[in-house]
């Protein structure tokens, strides 16, 4: 890849949970959740807070505010609060005030994402205060960001599950060979554990509870997890124990959606392609790779080996930052 010494501008993942944004030189700049908590004071929507600290009142605000999500599925779901959020990202991400002067950028877009839903990403950066921005596909992104040349004679697979949608991508040689996406991915794993409790435990949690459950198993093989809520049916504190296998079982009908389309896409490739990903495998990334459990499950299903990225929760936009310098890439791949 081209020496990054003089490439200007940032490489940024706006997901529906989390915002990342790379720079060349100065590598991962911001990584906070994609949340925004506004004041419904007034006719016009003010941001209180915006990041880390919005995520943490989830659920714990007063009347006069509500927590805004500025992204659902990857894609735009209202100008303005898009707009506003990718201010405030620009002005957390830059020191010196020449640096907020239009700066470029390169986005990640998931590759399914509509020529409007393109469109609105663009103008929001834009009115933000970007300036030349371009997209770029996430699948392509996140295979950069971990190693892969896109470029290369040589058929890769890649899925991505994210907070709100799972993708998986066919790619080679500047192409993209296939993609399918649907809108189950980890925080529909999060509120399936969360039906799961009250179900099956009669414990109603928060959704940050629900979700802080759903990653512990991660580190903790063999043994339960406390878990504490309400009672379902008294409203009284509660406190349970969970094992590991159940928070698995709560989240299967996830991961079989996610089956479902990775079996699509292999139908759709060609068999040389095919050939090339069972020798190399798939990659996962996305913050859903990192379920414990989840990468087995999809081996146990296709046969063939998936390795997690190194990074799996910035290597798109670490990929987006490398993008900068790389106009082959950009010219192949983005819109
Ligand atoms: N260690 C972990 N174990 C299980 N799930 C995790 C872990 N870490 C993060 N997650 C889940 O990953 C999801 C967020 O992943 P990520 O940041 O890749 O999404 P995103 O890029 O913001 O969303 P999208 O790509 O859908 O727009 C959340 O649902 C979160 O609960
Ligand atoms: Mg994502």
């Not at 190693?147 to 993209?176: K, N, S, W």
């Not at 392609?273 to 299903?301: N, P, Y």
């Not at 997690?308 to 993008?323: F, K, N, Q, W």
Request: charged share 25%; proline share 5%.
């Amino acid at each position: 890849m081209e020496s990054m010494n003089l490439v200007s501008g940032f490489g940024i993942d706006l997901g529906t949970a989390n915002t990342v944004v790379c720079h060349p030189r100065r590598g991962i700049v911001l990584n906070e959740p994609s949340v925004m908590l506004v004041s419904t004071d007034g006719d016009r929507k003010r941001p209180i807070v915006v990041g880390r600290q919005a995520r943490e009142l989830i659920g714990r605000t007063s009347a006069g505010m509500v927590a805004v999500r500025p992204l659902r599925d990857g894609v735009i779901t209202d100008l303005e609060s898009a707009r506003t959020f990718i201010v405030s990202v620009l002005r957390k991400v830059t020191r010196k005030p020449w640096e907020r002067i239009r700066p470029r950028a390169v986005i990640g877009v998931p590759a399914g994402a509509t020529a409007l839903e393109r469109r609105a990403l663009v103008e929001a950066a834009d009115e933000a205060g970007f300036g030349r921005v371009m997209l770029i596909p996430e699948p392509i992104a996140g295979a950069i960001g971990s190693g892969i040349d896109p470029l290369a004679p040589r058929a890769h697979m890649v899925v991505d599950v994210g907070g709100g949608t799972a993708e998986v991508t066919g790619f080679c040689y500047g192409g993209i060979l296939t993609t399918r996406s649907c809108r189950v991915a980890g925080d529909e794993m999060t509120l399936a554990l969360y039906q799961y409790l009250r179900q099956e435990h009669q414990i109603v949690v928060g959704e940050l509870t629900a979700e802080d459950v759903k990653m512990r198993v991660r580190d903790d093989d063999e043994c339960s997890l406390v878990v504490e809520g309400r009672d379902a049916a008294t409203g009284r504190p509660k406190l349970i124990t969970l094992r590991a296998e159940e928070v698995i079982e709560a989240i299967k009908p996830t991961s079989d959606g996610i089956i479902q389309i990775l079996a699509a896409c292999l139908e759709d490739l060609p068999p040389q392609a095919v050939g090339d990903i069972m020798r190399d495998g798939l990659l996962a990334f996305g913050g859903g790779s990192l379920l414990k459990g989840f990468t087995q499950l999809l081996e146990d299903a296709f046969g063939f080996p998936l390795r997690v990225a190194e990074r799996p929760l910035t290597c798109v936009a670490e990929g987006a930052a490398i993008c900068l310098a790389e106009e082959k890439v950009l010219r192949a791949y983005a819109a």
